[in-house]
C-alpha cells in the first residue's frame, strides 16, 4: 500500500516569490510520482510526472519538481508565482510497472498567491 | 470528445433519493476511473474499469454505491438511498490504458448535494 503526506494544507506567498510545496510518500515497492493542479470549480490536470530517469522534473506553467529516494519526497517548486497560479496542488502515487493500479493522493495544499 | 465529460455538473437530491452521475471518457481510453473529492477526506479512490475486465470495486464505501459501464465507454455511477455524508464532488477520469505511469485525465467533476 502506499501513501502520501503533504505537509503544507495552505501556502500563502506573494505575488513574484518563489514557492515549494512539500510532498512526502511512503511505499513498499517503487511508485511513479505526479503532482495535479486544481483550478477553483475545475477538474484536475496534470502539472508533471516522474517515471524514471533525470530526478528533476519540469512541468507545465513553470513547474518543476525533484524526486529524492533516500528521503521519500517529491517537492514541487516554481521560482517566481503568479496570481494566477492560486489553486490547490496535489501529490500522488501510483505503483511502478503494474497495470489497473490507481492514483493514491495526499491531501492537497492550497497556495495562495497575494498581490 | 476532448476531454473527460461528466453530467449533471451540479445536482441537489433529497436524502433517500437515487442518483446517476453519468461519465463520458476521451474517445479510445480503455482505463476509466471514478473518485470521490470531500472536505476533510481529500480524494478517495472510488472504482476503475479496463476494458473488458471484471472492474475494481475495492474502492466503494457501501453497497449503496455501483457503477457501470456500458460498451466500452459512457460510465454511470449511481447511488441508492443517497445519506448526506455522500455529499462531495465525484470526479470521473480516464486514460489510454491501465498502465500506471500513464497520464490520467479528469474531468470537471459532478457535485452532490443531499439536502
Known amino acids: 500500500a502506499q501513501s502520501v503526506t503533504q505537509l503544507d494544507s495552505q501556502v500563502p506567498v506573494f505575488e513574484e516569490a518563489p514557492v515549494e510545496l512539500r510532498c512526502n510518500y511512503s511505499?513498499?515497492?517503487?511508485?511513479?510520482l505526479f503532482w495535479y493542479v486544481q483550478y477553483p470549480n475545475q477538474g484536475l490536470q496534470l502539472l508533471l510526472k516522474?517515471?524514471?530517469?533525470?530526478?528533476l522534473v519540469k512541468g507545465i506553467n513553470g513547474f518543476e519538481a525533484e524526486f529524492n529516494k533516500s528521503q521519500t519526497s517529491f517537492h514541487l517548486r516554481k521560482p517566481s508565482v503568479h496570481i494566477s497560479d492560486t489553486a490547490e496542488y496535489f501529490c500522488?502515487?501510483?505503483?511502478?510497472?503494474?497495470?489497473?493500479?490507481?492514483?493514491?493522493f495526499g491531501e492537497g495544499t492550497q497556495l495562495t498567491v497575494n498581490p | 470528445g476532448a476531454g473527460v465529460s461528466q453530467s449533471p455538473s451540479n445536482k441537489v437530491t433529497e436524502k433517500g433519493k437515487d442518483v446517476e452521475l453519468r461519465c463520458d471518457p476521451i474517445?479510445?481510453?480503455?482505463?476509466l476511473y471514478w473518485y470521490r473529492q470531500s472536505l476533510g477526506q481529500g480524494l478517495e479512490f472510488l472504482i476503475y474499469?479496463?476494458?473488458?475486465?471484471?472492474?475494481?470495486k475495492s474502492g466503494l464505501p457501501s453497497d449503496r454505491f455501483s457503477a457501470e459501464r456500458t460498451g466500452g465507454s459512457v460510465s454511470t455511477l449511481t447511488i441508492q438511498r443517497t445519506q448526506q455524508e455522500d455529499s462531495a464532488v465525484y470526479l470521473c477520469?480516464?486514460?489510454?490504458?491501465?498502465?500506471?505511469?500513464?497520464?490520467?485525465?479528469f474531468g470537471e467533476g459532478s457535485w452532490l448535494t443531499v439536502v
Open positions: 477520469a480516464s486514460s489510454g490504458d491501465g498502465n500506471s505511469g500513464n497520464t490520467i485525465y
Open positions: 511505499s513498499s515497492v517503487s511508485v511513479y
Open positions: 516522474y517515471l524514471s530517469g533525470s530526478t
Open positions: 500522488a502515487v501510483s505503483p511502478y510497472g503494474t497495470s489497473g493500479s490507481r492514483l493514491t
Open positions: 474517445s479510445g481510453h480503455t482505463a
Open positions: 474499469f479496463q476494458g473488458n475486465s471484471a472492474p475494481d
